[in-house]
């Protein structure tokens, strides 16, 4: 079992969960988060006062899989998720040691296909 998690912008988000269920991926979980880093955040000023909205919103994905959908997965975000431009997110992929299904009880590949 993998875990990939990838940050992408708020705006590709429709078409990541689009490729993703392309490639029969449909269950995943998403948060908004805010992040910092090579893309910068801009200012703004209101009424004479300049505020730092230096947080970019990004759309952070969750998403449990079997060995045989890592690649599939990967590519169904890089493809739609890229700009070409600084800021188009990052993808992570870690081991997942155990899984168990809390309705079921099933464990594994089973967990999630239950």
Not at 31 to 59: C, L, M, N, P
């Amino acid at each position: 079992m993998k875990k990939i998690e990838a940050i992408v912008r708020a705006s590709k988000f429709e078409d990541v969960k689009e490729a993703l269920a392309e490639k029969e991926i449909n269950f995943f979980t998403f948060f908004e988060v805010k992040g910092y880093g090579h893309q910068k955040g801009s200012s703004r000023s209101y009424r004479g006062t300049i505020y730092d909205v230096g947080y970019i919103a990004r759309i952070k994905i969750e998403i449990l899989v079997s060995e045989e959908f890592v690649d599939l997965a990967i590519e169904a975000i890089e493809s739609s998720a890229k700009t070409g431009e600084k800021g188009d997110g990052l993808v992570y992929v870690s081991d997942v040691e155990k899984t168990i299904n809390i309705r079921t009880g099933n464990t594994g590949k089973d967990a999630i296909n239950s």
